[in-house]
């Protein structure tokens, strides 16, 4: 599986979106803390979190012996760059264009 | 960002590079200007040595030092906001950048953290690193940029 498979499939899964969503609003979260508020068995929630670690989408920080789970957003710039970025020029092009096409009506 | 009295966060990206080409990228002013938005890093890289990041006409937006260095595996850099008097008034963060080999590429982790709750320091770096660092990666990897000017500026 390539990176971007990888990618996709750790971000297709509903609940591994819901643990970003957790970390994104309290980061740095041990894996007690995290399976705390979800409604997710422990060994539910450590296979989503090291398929998200596997794609890059989640940093671990050791505090003692504590892992401390961080949401790491740059793959997900990744895919904007790839995949969202590339395909907006075209409207922002049109956008352009009907003002132009506008701005020259407003003068007759 | 975590609601400890400390703010953080840790970014990691994988380059296909090896770390010392990646240090360098890191470390010279005229890598640092074509992946990070026209700005400038004036350091000479060794424990001590003062550290300063300018925008393109030279007003100076962060100040610090380098706290620990060892090439080409790990920086610490304290970093102090100089530009938005709110940022500067929350006092220095600490940067820690680490380079780790991993098979046929470079493991590049950045922390910054602050030892204070809800920092607005850390809200406002943690927009702009992965920018920097796709644009990194785009730049030892391809030789071009996805990026030629940030978004917001």
């Given amino acids: ?108 | 960002m975590n609601s400890s009295n400390r703010s953080q966060f840790v970014y990691v990206i994988f380059i296909r590079t090896t770390p010392a080409k990646l240090w360098q990228a890191l470390t010279e002013p005229h890598f640092i200007r074509q992946y990070w938005f026209d700005m400038t890093i004036d350091s000479a890289w060794k424990k001590g040595s003062p550290w300063k990041m300018s925008f393109p006409d030279g007003r100076p937006s962060d100040t610090g030092e380098i706290l620990e260095i060892d090439p080409p595996r790990r920086m610490v850099i304290r970093w102090q906001n100089v530009w938005k008097p709110e940022l500067e008034a929350e006092g220095p963060s600490r940067c820690t950048i680490e380079l780790e080999p991993v098979e046929k590429a470079v493991k590049l982790t950045v922390t910054h953290e602050i030892e204070r709750p809800e920092s607005k320091l850390i809200t406002a770096v943690s927009g702009g690193w992965p920018l920097v660092l796709s644009n990194l990666k785009s730049l030892l990897e391809t030789a071009e940029v996805a990026l030629t000017s940030h978004p917001t500026r």
């Fill in chain 1, 1 to 108: 599986m390539s990176d971007a498979d990888l990618l996709f499939k750790a971000l297709a899964d509903p609940g591994r979106r819901k643990l970003m969503d957790r970390l994104h609003a309290h980061d740095g979260q041990t894996l007690t803390e995290l399976c705390q508020h979800l409604d997710m068995t422990r060994q539910g929630v450590t296979q989503h979190l090291a398929l998200l670690e596997a794609a890059n989408l989640v940093a671990i920080k050791w505090r003692g012996r504590e892992k401390l789970h961080f949401l790491n957003p740059v793959p997900l710039q990744e895919i904007y760059d790839r995949w969202i970025r590339k395909f907006e020029r075209p409207r922002l092009k049109a956008l352009r264009d009907l003002k132009r096409r506008l701005e020259d009506d407003g003068d007759d």
